[in-house]
């Protein structure tokens, strides 16, 4: 595999997404409960890319 952390790869991936979003203005809209579901979906291949970014754009807000 090609992850930089023995564990805690989507955690991070998501805390970073979250923080860059934040410093831009923006929120996300998910409770704890989605955004847990959202990154098993990604991390297990079943939401495409494309899938994810119309996704994230519902749940953005300014």
Same mark, same amino acid.
């Given at each position: 595999? #090609?992850?930089?952390?023995? %564990?805690g #790869?989507?955690?991070?991936?998501?805390?970073?997404? %979250?923080?860059?979003?934040?410093? &831009?203005?923006? !929120?996300? #809209?998910?409770? &704890?409960? $989605?955004?847990?579901?959202?990154?098993? $979906?990604?991390a297990? !291949?079943?939401?495409s890319? !494309?899938?994810?970014?119309g996704?994230?754009?519902?749940?953005?807000?300014?």
């Amino acid at each position: 595999m #090609n992850h930089p952390f023995i %564990d805690g #790869n989507k955690r991070t991936a998501f805390a970073v997404m %979250d923080t860059f979003l934040r410093l &831009n203005g923006y !929120s996300l #809209n998910l409770t &704890n409960e $989605q955004a847990y579901d959202l990154v098993m $979906q990604v991390a297990q !291949s079943q939401m495409s890319k !494309s899938d994810l970014a119309g996704y994230l754009e519902k749940a953005i807000a300014p």
